[in-house]
């Protein structure tokens, strides 16, 4: 099994950062791609990132290039996601999740942390 516990989430102005982490647990983390989630009030849940097992392959959701990245470490069995230039509308709960590459970047993971909730105010 796996267990992901996400941290690094607050209350941020608008312009601001924040840098989120997501520590992984159980099985090796090396053998899972990692993808970041969000989720905002009466909405449905969100791709935002992805990365491959061992960090050469990354993906993100269009409203968030430029501004976010996502990286790993596996000697830490860490992933993070940076995340620069907020807007209020990136305000959402933030979930890290596990799975294959493909089922990261196109369905809804198998495995989930419990998520950490981000606030741009604006």
């Known amino acids: 099994q796996v267990q992901l516990v996400e941290s690094g989430g607050g209350l941020v102005q608008a312009g601001g950062s924040l840098k989120l982490s997501c520590q992984h647990s159980?099985?090796?983390?090396?053998?899972?791609?990692m993808g970041w989630f969000r989720q905002a009030p009466g909405k449905e849940r969100e791709f935002v990132a992805a990365i491959s097992l061992n960090g050469a392959r990354t993906s993100y959701t269009d409203s968030v290039k430029g501004r976010f990245t996502v990286f790993r470490d596996n000697a830490k069995n860490t992933l993070y996601l940076q995340m620069n230039s907020l807007k209020p509308e990136d305000t959402a709960v933030y979930y890290c999740a596990a799975d294959s590459w493909t089922v990261i970047t196109s369905e809804l993971p198998k495995y989930w942390g419990q998520g950490t909730q981000v606030t741009v105010s604006s």
């Open positions: 159980g099985r090796p983390f090396s053998v899972y791609a």
